[in-house]
């Protein structure tokens, strides 16, 4: 494979081999399937369409995982500045620009940008030397909450948006095509880089769960989504009785195996109500309802509301939000 010494790229059945090198930072973008790895002694659920962001220091250890396809980024913080080498950054001489962001003087460790620093730097002295403060802000998200790895579930729209970045970064690696395929690549990473920070903010994934069981019966749910599940097919899937089943799940979510599926279901028809333009109809069949009748029921059992209900309410609620933005003055 071609590539600089900076940068290379993976696109994988399963996860690259390379996935645990310890002299790079890796961003995944997940096409397909799903899988459960470790994170600080708990077990993260992730499923397509994902991202995964992982510092150098990650131990990525994947616990189960299903039908994965992966495109993944490697590369050294220095592809971006020179002098962004893994000692200056953890040197923390950087860190004063995660305070200079407006607004977080006063915030407190855990807010200001989920990392705490011992510097401070005003606003708007940071752009005296505008682009170290920019592109500092783009490695130092790796040392965020003092975390080596940041997942984020995505939307269609921006798992295409990263798509077509991933995949401008393969063909200028592979293909080379000029003196200036470096630079080109510099800035498909750092316009990677900035979604990753936006998707961060939004935190639309926290599935981590204390016991290996609950997170691999977890990503069968999500496996299995549009099928029907009985407990009699999980108990056989996992060769586990009911009452250990069911006592994992009463310890870790305060619910029986088949309340979580169904909590799930209704939590993931909510996320397409909002994010997609899917039909209700459809939307129930990819939850694992054909009776569209019998998923408003449910769905309302746990939201107060129908379906189409809701998706009126969140829809007229992010349209108030754009509309108020394009009003707003410049500043």
Sequence with gaps: MKCSLDVFYDHTKGFSKYINDKTMYKIMLLRSGSFVY????????????????????????????????????????SIIREEFTYEAIDSG???KFLSAVQGTEEM????????????DIKFEDSFSNN???QDALYVLQFKWRN????????TRQEYDTLRR????IEYEINEQPDNFWILRTRHFITSILFMEYDFYRNNRQDDIYDNPLVARVSRY????????????????????????LNEAFYNELDMSCMAYLEQMRVNIAKYFLQFSDYSVSYISEMCGYNDTNYFTKVFKKHTGMTASE???????????ESVKKLMEPDN
């Design 38 to 77: 470790e994170d600080e002694g708990k077990y993260r659920l992730v499923h397509a369409p994902a991202s995964l962001a992982l510092s150098e220091k990650a131990e990525f250890n994947v616990l189960s995982e299903s039908d994965v396809e992966v495109r993944t980024v490697f590369f050294k913080p």
């Design 147 to 154: 975390k080596d790895n940041i997942h984020n579930l995505l």
């Design 165 to 168: 970045l991933f995949l401008s």
């Design 221 to 244: 749910f999500w496996d299995k989504l549009s099928d029907e599940i009985t407990l009699s097919d999980v108990l056989k899937e996992f060769s586990v009785n009911k009452n250990t």
């Design 93 to 95: 001489i950087y860190d």
């Design 310 to 320: 809701f998706q009126k309410q969140v829809r007229g609620r992010d349209m108030s």
């Design 108 to 119: 407190s460790f855990d807010q200001k940008l989920g990392y705490a620093t011992g510097a």
């Design 131 to 133: 682009m170290i403060y």
